[in-house]
């Protein structure tokens, strides 16, 4: 390590000489400018243009992965300049372990879903729409002042709002108009909330800041009861963006109407600001309210997890189902971050990645039935394995790993939820390990009547996935595999943010993370002792580990 | 020598990637060699660390190899690493042995089949899957490999997709499957809670301080999985109908391998089901009888020459639950390795006899095909006097030593396990009398010799119209020959001319396995502590103290005697109903147990009917009320609002309308929070 970087470690948070992360949300809007003043009647330089800004932010969301410190839980890369000086308000940007994966996802998926779901007409309007989005989505995950957060959390609304009225289906206006109201009614609440923490720790400290880890840390200057309502009303905005149950039905209406690229980036991207402000605005900034209101958190997101498996069982619209299983994949996401314990938190960030692969897949594989096809009416459907079988190969793949088939990502990130809250929460994760079954039931049947059978005189012509499509998906798939395999690199880097995350909401309610090896009342202590010796053991070899990779420094 | 162990699935691994890149440039039956050789060299390879392991004491008979570490989160680390040792290596042996034989076989079966190189990619698949399931060293790696096999089963029983009645059979298979994973999962997790743990090492060494309640309750949500995998009560449905599947696919998968998978789990779980209360190994071994008996009876008015093999394997997989829930650990593997040769080897003789008879699948076609087909004739005689429990054949070692247990455990149990014998005797007696013996039936149009199928298939007016349930989508309804070109299993409407026997890839494995499965005995001879081979080998793994029981050596003799009678007697009455007899002659077989007590279309219908329905309540629920919920709110403030709106378009307005909305509430809660404070 250069001696600068040390020198960095060792006064707290390291900061390269280049301001990656402010680069990195900056680009793609210079993209989108870049795009906007193009000429539309040129839309192949406009998606070159597109993808290359693209393209280069997710390099450096790359980048900030190979920059990254793993065994550091706080904030890394942090970046900070004034803004508003009397409010205390600051551009503020630094990563960790829970934001890290969802930066470098974000990075890939949009130019996936810029080269794999290319608008039908005015490619650069949509182009410039899609580049901001990634900026503001991206500002999300990077925020840590509360001002900025919002502004940036508002900011993605608009770009999604023209997307899908823009460029969607039959029902867009409808669809984009009710993501726009709910999503806003929501925002409203978390503008409300935020400006009354702020103010709130400006009374009690005599300091007004709206600087996220500054009042995160200063627990106790927010009354326990009003900090309460604070977590509320930010848990309204990101209940509606994830969405929790029973606050999901703009869902299914946006991301069926919305155009492929939409729908990738909608479910990929965007329902993870609302599961990721759990982790940063509830969690994180409110840990006593988050432990307190943790058993309805846990049981609405148990609820979404049959329910939305459920609903998506007697979906008609092959894009509707994969919306309804958004809902179910996110209340394993809810389920996994108020189990509060580490298993649960690291599956849950894990999860967020793993869906914003299966499912941003999955949009993309139907998005391209619906090309071929101009319908995506399940009974339209017949027989499309035998007329393209590798097409229906890669739909198999991702479907196995949404279903959670161990081996590839998605049941990584569910087993985890599930042992998570099984220690803590251990009946819902029973009821909750049940939608495993459903999730077979409404992914199987979809196949069975879209692939299978003899396909009639609509479906013989379908065509069989070209280079462009494999390209677009190969990513994806390697993606699902190696995450399946060999999830470790990234589990072990979410470990101690997640870890330090836990720490923080024991230490700030009366929820302690329960122990392993509580055995039942008759319990003999060999047994207690020995897992005990096993764990210690576990532990003792990763400090050695830890200490050995020190002196190597 | 132990350190190859790591190329027992990885030989089928590579081979499945190999064939997955390559597969269609090697075409036939090139791909199937490459598929062949790599599953025999996995056999070779378990065969160097079956012999590394002889080597060792037997107390050090324990090899752990670890590949990587797979899932670090927190307090909770699992590897991908394997365990050898006399069980995972016993399984392997007869796993690879078999699936070798049957890649062989397959070679032949599936010539001119348009997916031949596919049927291949899946099936080294399946092979790795089930062996990393035997292998893994901890729950989780068996886990993957568990639902690996299901996968596998679900692409393998859906091979022919075209079909709807082979789509929805493998789609069934996977989803009652899951039903059971649902337990396995569970039961992982509160291992690890309780055990801090889910290796098996850690396991086996930390058992015996569990808690009564907590290893009854892993012991039954392990038994919810087993039932599940092993087609056990109530969950066996899937396995009947995944006879949809390729033939060396129900030998390989649904009758020697993945079907065992419950009873190993089981078996290696043990030192935890040694410490749950009695009840739940009675409930183990009370499952395995009832299957055991309710199967057996619905194979014998079975006419699907796979369906009777079908519903045996579901009623020899219930002799080894009875088995584990009697603590007869040894004798479950056991029966486990001869039930792989003999049904096996059934299994493929019936793929041949199929295939001879032009993808005729119907007994009622058959009759007289010994002289034709002599190998598979032979052979598949040989499965039948060991299945059917005639000494010195394998299946009579190792069902008079479940039954031995099982009268130890309750003489119910034992009397159930009795009259499961006098029935096998009886069905299987049956299909070969039907399909190798008799009068040939295929020697003239369908309609001529064999009206009552005729009839089912739609050819002459009449027969079965009370179909119900699943039965009433399967083609046999219609008349299946009118659209042309037949869906699988059912052969050609005219004469079938002259039947011929199968190329020798098809017979040296069913040769093979003839042989097998007529010395399998051989491992554990229950003469002299030196015979019984199997018991000492695996001693170190299953407790043995549960092995030993307290009944007398003339007794055992009395209770050998009893079965071996049984199971003539059931002989004896297949001979007078159906060898000796004309079909006219005979009696028709109950319709109740043709169509297996009405269980599965009584699931059926309550899936299809009420199931669907809440299912379809829950959809109008989030259309109407929760949707309509939130459509209301937005009428209802367009309404109120509407003087205002009808002066303000654009959502611009709304938006600048929302944000002052909110700012006016957080001035009050700033001006409440104020006073309050």
Known sequence: ?553 | MLEVTWLIPALPLAGFLALLVAGRRLGEPLAGWLATAAVGGSFAATVVVFLGLLGEHAEERTFTQTLFEWVPAGGFSVDVGFLADPLSVTMCLFITGVATLIHLYAVGYMHGDPDFTKFFVYLNLFVFSMLMLVLGDNLLVTFLGWEGVGACSYFLVSFWHTSDANASAGKKAFVTNRIGDWGYMIAMFLTFTALGSISYVDIAAGAGGLATTTATGITVLLLVGAVGKSAQLPLFVWLPDAMAGPTPVSALIHAATMVTSGVYLLTRMNPVIAQAADWAPMTIAVVGALTALFAATIAVAQTDIKKVLAYSTVSQLGYMFLAIGSGAYIAAIFHMVTHAFFKALMFLGSGSVIHAMGDEQDMRRMGALRKLLPITAATFIVGWLAIAGVPPFSGFWSKDEILLYAYDTSPVLWAIGLVTAVLTGFYMSRQVFLTFFGEARWDRPITDAAPDLACERGLLPGGDDGLEGDEAESPTVRNVYESGHRPHGVGPQEAISSPHESPWTMTVPLVVLAGLAAVGGALQLPFTSSTRRLEHWLEPVVAPDEAIISVATSLKVGLAVVAVIGGLIGIAGAVVLYLRRRPADRPAEPRVLARGWFYDSTISAFVGGPGRKAFDAVAWFDRTVIDGAVNGTAALVRGTGGGLRRTQTGFVRAYVGLLTGGAVILVFVMILRGVVL
Not at chain 1, 203 to 217: D, P
Not at chain 1, 231 to 248: G, Y
Not at chain 1, 436 to 464: K, S
């Open chain 1, 1 to 553: 390590m250069t001696p600068f970087l040390v020198a960095a470690a060792e006064g707290g948070g390291a900061s390269l000489d280049f301001p990656i992360l402010t680069t990195m949300v900056a680009l793609p809007a210079v993209g989108a400018l870049v795009v906007a003043v193009l000429s539309g009647r040129r839309p192949e330089l406009c998606r070159l243009v597109a993808l290359v800004f693209s393209v280069i932010t997710g390099a450096l969301t790359v980048g900030t992965l190979v920059a990254f410190r793993g065994a550091d839980a706080g904030f890394q890369m942090i970046e900070k300049t004034t803004w508003i000086s009397d409010l205390d308000i600051s551009w503020h940007l630094g990563v960790d372990g829970i934001s890290l994966f969802l930066l470098v996802m974000t990075g890939l998926l949009f130019p996936i879903a810029i080269i794999g779901a290319p608008a039908a007409r005015d490619e650069k309007q949509f182009l410039a729409w899609l580049l901001l989005l990634e900026a503001g989505c991206l500002g999300v995950f990077l925020a840590l002042d509360l001002f900025l957060f919002f502004v940036m959390f508002e900011i993605v609304l608009v770009p999604m709002y023209f997307l899908i009225s823009g460029w969607g289906h039959a029902e867009r206006r409808y669809a984009a108009m009710k993501f726009f109201l709910y999503t806003m009614f929501g925002s409203a609440f978390m503008l409300v909330g935020l400006i009354a923490t702020a103010v709130l720790h400006g009374r009690a400290t005599g300091e007004l800041t709206f600087n996220l880890v500054t009042i995160a840390n200063d627990q106790g200057s927010i009354a326990t009861s009003s900090a309460r309502w604070l977590f509320l009303a930010f848990a309204a905005a990101f209940a509606i963006k994830v969405p929790v149950w029973p606050l999901h039905t703009w869902l299914p209406d946006a991301h069926t109407e919305a155009p492929t690229a939409g729908s990738v980036i909608l479910a990929g991207v965007m329902l993870k600001l609302g599961t990721y402000g759990f982790l940063r605005f509830g969690l994180y900034l409110f840990p006593e309210a988050s432990a307190w209101f943790a058993p309805v958190m846990v049981t609405l997101g148990t609820v979404g997890i049959i329910y939305g498996a459920i609903a998506a069982t007697m979906q008609k619209d092959l894009k509707r189902l994969v919306a309804y299983s958004s809902v179910a994949h996110l209340g394993f996401i809810i389920l996994g971050t108020f189990s509060l314990t580490t298993q649960g938190l690291q599956g849950s960030v894990l999860q967020m990645v793993n869906h914003g692969i299966s499912t941003g897949a999955l949009f993309l594989l139907v998005g391209m039935i619906s090309d071929r096809r101009h319908t995506r009416e399940i009974a339209q459907l017949k027989g499309l394995q035998k007329v393209a079988p590798v097409f229906a190969g890669v739909f198999t793949l991702v479907m196995l790993s949404s279903l959670g088939l161990p081996g590839l990502n998605g049941f990584v990130g569910e087993f985890l939820i599930l042992l998570g809250s099984f220690t803590s929460a251990r009946w819902w994760s029973v009821v909750a390990a049940s939608g495993v079954i459903l999730a077979a039931v409404y992914l199987l049947w979809a196949y069975q009547r879209t692939f299978h059978g003899e396909p009639d005189a609509d479906n013989e012509g379908f065509a069989e996935m070209n280079v462009r499509e494999g390209l677009v998906m190969a990513p994806l798939l390697g993606l699902i595999v190696f995450l399946g395999v060999y999830p470790k690199p990234v589990l072990e880097r979410i470990e101690p943010s997640v870890v330090a995350l836990v720490a923080h909401v024991e230490a700030n309610s009366d929820r302690e993370e329960p122990d392993v090896n509580q055995l039942g009342p008759d319990a003999r202590p060999d047994t207690y002792t020995r897992g005990r010796e096993v764990l210690e053991e576990h532990r003792g070899g990763e400090e050695e580990l830890g200490s050995a990779e020190e002196e190597g420094e």
